[in-house]
């Protein structure tokens, strides 16, 4: 069965530190891969996607995120967060042949300090 | 554009008693979705229309939750009767028709939480 799997729940930084969040997924075939965000009292947003080609991804607000077939992972980074980056972060992941089908991971809670 | 429309934003209810959400999706987004997220947890797909034929249901606990998608545009999702499991927030997305590939973004809308005392 799929999986994703996040691999820190909570992570508090100061602004102007870097950011990176790991994300793993099991499964054999081809896939998609999704960042979304929720910031507080806002509905999930799409951060950032990969469906093919280059496999450094950018998206809003300055994240990227890179995925590695071999390791079948897909990390979030930011190179210099802000006190507005403050949100939880989920990996989503579908397979091509599903139908639009997610599977999100846990989700991490960022948690930026002035 | 306007985006997913969901209500109510809070509902609480005693267990046994039950209680239905309701979502309007982006205009022209054929595909639905619902999710339950519990606590602590990612959301999780309870199921999926195109237009308003189901196409996945396998995580749909059958036995008190329905869903309608009547004239394939809003959806309403029911649960009779509720247990304390139950306690979530219910997500609604769209999207446009993912097709074999699935690489449509989901819009979200802004979740409707469930309490069950």
């Known amino acids: 069965a799929q999986s994703v799997s996040q691999h820190n729940h909570h992570v508090i930084l100061s602004e102007a530190a870097s950011l990176e969040l790991g994300c793993n997924y099991s499964?054999?075939?081809?896939?998609?891969l999704f960042w979304y965000v929720q910031y507080p009292g806002q509905h999930l947003q799409l951060l950032l996607k990969?469906?093919?080609?280059?496999?450094l991804v950018k998206g809003i607000k300055g994240f990227e995120a890179e995925f590695i077939k071999s390791k079948f992972s897909f990390n979030l980074r930011k190179p210099s967060v802000q006190w507005s980056d403050t949100a939880e972060y989920f990996c989503a992941v579908n397979a091509r042949d599903s139908w639009g089908k997610l599977q999100f991971g846990a989700g991490t809670q960022v948690v930026v300090t002035p | 554009e306007a985006g997913v429309a969901q209500s109510p934003r809070y509902k609480i209810i005693e267990k046994r008693q039950s209680v239905a959400f309701w979502c309007n999706p982006i205009?022209?987004?054929?595909?639905l979705y619902w999710y339950q997220q519990i606590l602590g947890q990612g959301p999780k797909l309870l199921i999926q229309f195109q237009n308003n034929g189901v196409v996945d249901d396998s995580q749909l606990p059958k036995d008190r939750f329905s869903a309608e998608r009547l004239k394939g545009v809003d959806s309403t999702l029911k649960i009779q009767p509720a247990k304390l499991e139950d306690s979530a927030v219910y997500l609604c997305?769209?999207?446009?028709?993912?097709?074999?590939?699935?690489?449509?973004?989901?819009?979200f809308g802004d979740g409707t939480r469930l309490s069950i005392l």
């Open positions: 499964y054999g075939g081809t896939v998609n």
């Open positions: 997305a769209s999207s446009l028709v993912p097709g074999g590939r699935g690489d449509q973004p989901q819009h």
């Open positions: 990969y469906f093919s080609g280059d496999p």
């Open positions: 205009s022209g987004h054929a595909t």
